[in-house]
């Protein structure tokens, strides 16, 4: 058993092996390793030499990356720990070298479980996906401060077009930054059916746009048009990379609300290989879709909050519930009644854990395909005698008494 306690430049590693001359005794060696690459490839030559063949570390930072990979490369079990499960007791002495024996011991007793780390070929798909988002919100952000621009400039375009950012939209603030400042030629650049706005047009394009703004102007939409080509070529490396399990993604695209980009950002988070989740109850406690329990002397305490989870999953799950609500399915349906007596925050994460759950059925079983139970699932599997009285007693609040005679 090894432990590494990882910082940026240094690696502080602790090992402990059963003494052959003392039976129930441990050998222990701890010494300390540069990060880089040549001084990684010495440790983990030494740790092979010793025979150790699981290696515990913490997941300091994004330090511990470049350890992990190269000791799971040379076929060590690498166990990622979470920080907070080997937390030190008060009053501890805190340095790098107690806190690696420290956490060889914890991992030794067996007193700690390994976070879940995708393969390769996933990791690689989440980096991609990852990005992808970061790309997104930049590129968004940009545009924002192109509406605000308008705004300054008493340029009320978007009051009339719904995206500034669409073809004729573009079209007009393209020729804008180019120094074009009449109204009634802006609003010839309209196409289609936004040709019927024109009048409307030429009043929001009457404003104070100066080349102080046309400057700025340029430079936003130089740097949308940046990111959006950015955001196509990432698109184009996930595409390649997910080619081998297309049809997975596929049925994936299949679950209401779920749509294809869901569907990749699902899988990059998660992973295709389900023997890490026993059950789907296993995949939503990991992803904090389910409410923590806290109880002492008998009585439950806090407000069965779930916790933070992985953000990049919970973003895309609470899309996909709020996509879902809107359509008339069972999963728009258990949204709806959640949210008429729970509020919607709560619907959507419910929503969002029933999605969590379709989706490792659908990986834990290739041939298993998305069914949906339909809008009147609940009230086709709702009791007669429950309904009656849930009738009776809202005619009862309303003020009225109920005699029920059956229909002949």
């Given at each position: ?54 290696v515990v570390m913490e997941s300091t930072s994004d330090y511990w990356k470049p350890v992990f990979y190269l000791l799971e490369a040379h076929g060590f ?72 621009l308008l705004e300054d400039a008493q340029i009320k375009l978007s009051v009339v077009v719904s995206d500034i950012f669409g073809v004729s939209g573009r ?132 407000r069965g909050a779930t916790g933070h989870g992985n953000p990049y999953l919970a973003r895309v799950l609470g899309e996909a519930a709020v996509a879902a ?84």
């Amino acid at each position: 058993m090894a432990a590494l306690d990882i910082g940026k430049a240094e690696v502080m590693c602790c090992v402990r092996v059963p003494d052959q001359e003392r039976p129930g005794k441990r050998l222990q060696e701890v010494r300390p390793y540069s990060t880089m690459t040549r001084s990684l490839l010495v440790l983990a030559d030494r740790l092979a030499g010793l025979g150790v063949t699981r290696v515990v570390m913490e997941s300091t930072s994004d330090y511990w990356k470049p350890v992990f990979y190269l000791l799971e490369a040379h076929g060590f079990e690498t166990w990622l720990v979470n920080a907070r499960d080997v937390k030190h007791l008060p009053g501890r002495p805190k340095t790098d070298r107690l806190d690696a024996v420290w956490l060889c011991k914890v991992a030794e007793r067996q007193m700690i479980r390994p976070s879940f780390v995708p393969p390769p070929p996933i990791r690689r798909l989440r980096d991609l996906t990852r990005y992808r988002r970061d790309l997104v919100e930049v590129c968004t952000a940009e545009k924002q401060r192109v509406e605000k621009l308008l705004e300054d400039a008493q340029i009320k375009l978007s009051v009339v077009v719904s995206d500034i950012f669409g073809v004729s939209g573009r079209a007009m603030l393209a020729a804008l930054a180019a120094g074009e400042r009449d109204p009634k030629v802006l609003a010839q650049l309209a196409r289609t059916s936004m040709r019927r706005k024109i009048s409307r047009l030429e009043e929001a394009f009457t404003g104070h746009f100066t080349d102080h703004h046309a400057f700025l102007l340029s430079t936003m939409l130089a740097r949308v048009d940046a990111a959006t080509t950015d955001i196509a070529r990432v698109d184009a490396k996930i595409e390649e990379l997910v080619a081998p399990f297309a049809p997975t993604v596929d049925r994936l695209d299949e679950i209401t609300g779920v749509g294809r980009i869901a569907a990749l950002v699902a899988i990059a988070e998660i992973g295709l290989d389900m023997a890490r989740f026993p059950t789907a109850g296993h995949l939503c406690s990991w992803a904090k879709f389910a409410p923590g329990v806290s109880e002492s002397a008998g009585k439950k305490k806090g407000r069965g909050a779930t916790g933070h989870g992985n953000p990049y999953l919970a973003r895309v799950l609470g899309e996909a519930a709020v996509a879902a609500s809107r359509t008339n399915t069972f999963l728009g349906e258990r949204y709806r009644r959640i949210a008429r007596r729970s509020g919607a925050k709560k619907a959507i994460v419910a929503v969002g854990r029933s999605l969590l759950v379709i989706m490792w059925h659908l990986l834990s079983d290739p041939d298993a395909r998305f069914r949906d139970l339909g809008a009147d699932y609940f009230a086709r599997h709702t009791n007669t005698q429950r309904k009656i009285r849930n009738h009776i007693s809202q005619l009862a609040a309303l003020g009225y008494r109920v005699t029920l005679e059956p229909v002949a």
